[in-house]
């Protein structure tokens, strides 16, 4: 198989080794890895199959918003009648359009969504892009799930193990990377595709007639099917606690175009260096009870591996600082600045931002320069 970026090795490793992974003692602290994810790539790619903490991959906890918990601005989207489970095929889209993103924030849309889900999950996480090439994940997972990220203590293994019998729920869509524009013999994504080159393996089962690659890349606990839909490829894991390989099947049967949903970050970049201007933004947005966080992340592929990008943290709680500091003055308040080129500043609301760029003086400027916007629409976490 033809090798991919470094950067979706990495997003295939996050979808399928995460319901697995011990989270880190925050949400923030996970963020803070994926701000930092170009030191962290190629470590990664290193672990391989491991199980390793989500903050490896900056992947947030999985968890659900808890009842009563405040999810933010806006009504959040309707939830699924608790009685007999649909067809999935034949049902309406449960989740409708999110409110019109606040301006001054970013907003980038989901592709697809599910309109059946096993019972049990809420969903904690999105990731979404402004443009360039396809990308989304959603996650979803049960409160057993929720209660063990949250500990702080006790053996990693032990944890990875209890998190595998948990209810979990995923749906990742990327560009095949194995096709090449500029060789006739690579097959088109158009139609329906069987080629193991796109779908990771030979095709063994079907999603709404087109051919679909099952398997178990985490595991026995974990199941997965892959599928071609409008040029993309479409892949949707599902713990075996969920429903595996049967409850695959069905997410997979039911998912449709997303009907005005994406991904909403409360701040957007005022100032950009001219290696980033134009590129596509990959916006995260995740939840746990009260805690949140969102980031942009700006990287282009084409450019040296080692290029840190321009990325930037907002949350909720004070993210990590893992290298020597030295306080700066940022947005008119005292900060740190860090050697490797990052800024964090507490800010009036006291929310937490931190930005990094190529060098200390960039990261400043995008800190100084960056648009605060209102409190981005969080209604669909803790919602199916």
Do not use: C
Request: proline fraction near 9%; glycine fraction near 10%; charged fraction near 20%.
């Amino acid at each position: 198989m033809t090798e991919r970026s470094e950067h979706d090795e990495i997003f295939a490793a996050l979808e399928r080794i995460a319901h697995q992974a011990p989270a880190p003692d925050r949400v923030v602290q996970g963020l803070t890895g994926r701000i930092r994810v170009h030191r962290q790539r190629r470590a990664l790619l290193t672990i391989g199959g491991a199980t390793v903490g989500a903050a490896a991959a900056g992947v947030p906890a999985f968890f659900v918003l808890r009842p009563g918990t405040d999810a933010g601005p806006g009504p959040g989207p309707a939830v699924p009648s608790t009685g007999p489970e649909p067809s999935p095929v034949s049902v309406a889209p449960s989740i409708g359009p999110d409110p019109s993103p606040a301006a001054g924030n970013t907003w980038a849309p989901l592709l697809v969504q599910p309109t059946w889900l096993p019972a049990g999950v809420a969903e904690f996480e999105r990731l979404a892009r402004t443009g360039g090439d396809p990308r989304q994940l959603q996650s979803w997972a049960d409160q057993e799930y929720q209660n063990i990220a949250q500990e702080t203590s006790g053996d990693m293994d032990e944890r990875a193990k209890r998190l595998a019998a948990t209810r979990f729920v995923s749906i990742a869509v990327t560009l095949p990377r194995t096709l090449d524009p500029q060789r006739a013999d690579v097959p088109a994504t158009q139609g329906p595709v069987s080629d193991p080159r796109v779908l990771g393996g030979e095709a063994n089962a079907t999603v709404n007639g087109q051919p679909a690659y099952r398997s178990e890349p985490g595991g026995p606990d974990l199941a997965e099917l892959s599928w071609v839909l409008n040029g993309s490829l479409v892949r949707v894991s599902v713990s075996v606690a969920a429903g595996g390989s049967e409850a695959a099947a069905r997410v997979a049967a039911s998912v449709v175009a997303a009907q005005r949903s994406g991904v909403e970050v409360g701040m957007s970049f005022g100032w950009l260096p001219e290696r980033a201007r134009g590129l596509p933004m990959e916006l995260i947005s995740t939840v746990m009870g009260a805690e949140w966080a969102q980031v942009i992340d700006i990287f282009n592929n084409d450019i040296d591996g080692d290029d840190p990008g321009v990325r930037a943290l907002l949350s909720s709680t004070k993210p990590a600082v893992m290298v020597d500091q030295q306080p700066t003055t940022v947005r008119g308040r005292r900060g740190v600045l860090t050697d490797d080129g990052y800024v964090t500043v507490q800010l009036a609301d006291g929310s937490w931002l931190q930005i990094g760029g190529r060098a200390s003086s960039e990261a400043v400027r995008l800190a100084d320069k960056l648009v605060i916007g209102p409190p981005a629409y969080r209604g669909w976490s803790g919602t199916r």
